[in-house]
């Protein structure tokens, strides 16, 4: 069974800048759609980016547009978020979930149905 497997994350100061990476391990993504999802300390899970399994299209929350950037390698089995700008707000644990087809939220945690163990960003101010 294919399983997601997040890493990258780390403490960076303000401004700074991470690159996460999630890994399909014991398989590939096939033509799952990757998300990346964060979940801050007492608040909900929320949305970040997500990417088809083509690479044709991305979906960014507001809060991260302009300074987060999605990208796939399905030859090495890979999803990158590029994380630059960093702000203290960006404190978080990133999960990297997939999913299949194109139709429903794709902000939407329950349309996702392969989830990582998650890896923690966190921004110093």
């Known amino acids: 069974q294919v399983q997601l497997v997040e890493s990258g994350g780390g403490l960076v100061q303000a401004g700074g800048s991470l690159r996460l990476s999630c890994t399909a391990s014991g398989g590939s993504f096939g033509t799952n759609a990757i998300g990346w999802f964060r979940q801050a300390p007492g608040k909900e899970r929320e949305f970040v980016v997500a990417?088809?399994?083509?690479?044709?299209?991305?979906y960014y929350a507001d809060s991260v547009k302009g300074r987060f950037a999605i990208s796939r390698d399905n030859a090495k089995n890979t999803v990158y978020l590029q994380m630059n700008s960093l702000k203290p707000d960006d404190t978080a644990v990133y999960f990297c979930?997939?999913?299949?087809?194109?139709?429903?939220?794709?902000?939407?945690?329950?349309?996702?149905?392969?989830w990582g163990q998650g890896t923690q960003v966190t921004v110093s101010s």
């Open positions: 979930a997939g999913r299949s087809g194109y139709g429903g939220t794709w902000s939407s945690s329950l349309e996702y149905t392969i």
């Open positions: 990417i088809t399994w083509r690479g044709e299209i991305t």
